[in-house]
């Protein structure tokens, strides 16, 4: 799996990328009225490396798996950011791939409050996405053509109840891992879409 390191951002370019959208998902999130989310927990890190899947229960992503408003549902690190309180480590985040290819994400340290598509709104339209042979996931700055993130993308194709304390994985949820310049894995997240 052959990746060009000029593919990828910087850790500083990621960090502010990642900082212009929690700032528009936050400014977003002020503006709408208050609607308490009882049904988001708060998403654990994951202390390992990632839920334990066997592959028969997961398939490669295609562009119609991603469509839709996602909760975060855990995510796991070994990659040591600069800024722990980078948004990718806040445990409430939410996602959204549209359907003519924009990706959006809001991220806080508190529950994010009323519908994903109120909260989107303000967020501004700056993200592509696509989905590529692989279940690679490719986001680029609207408009250029140079991936920003590629992500290795699976669904689950069955329930599957967690071991030794580990979150349950249900039929449609989103694995993803942050493919880093040299092919590792950066960072990586369970997704579940939020109800319609």
Known sequence: MGVKGSLFLT???MARWIW??????CVGAMS???VEAKDRPVAKSLTRSGPAVHERALRSCAGEDVVGNWNLV???SS???RNPQAPYLFPYQLFQYSSERGAKSAHSRRP???SPDRVFETVPPDMTYRVEQGGRVVLTVKGHGEAV??????VVTQDREAR?????????DLLMTLIGRNGQALFQRHLRKQAA
């Open 112 to 114: 994010i409050l009323g």
């Open 149 to 154: 993130e590629i992500w290795s993308c699976s």
């Open 32 to 34: 709408w009225s208050v």
């Open 20 to 25: 212009a959208l929690l700032i528009g998902g």
């Open 11 to 13: 850790e500083d370019r």
């Open 79 to 81: 990659y040591r950011y």
């Open 74 to 76: 855990t995510f796991d």
């Open 164 to 172: 030794s304390g580990g979150t349950d994985l249900q039929r449609g």
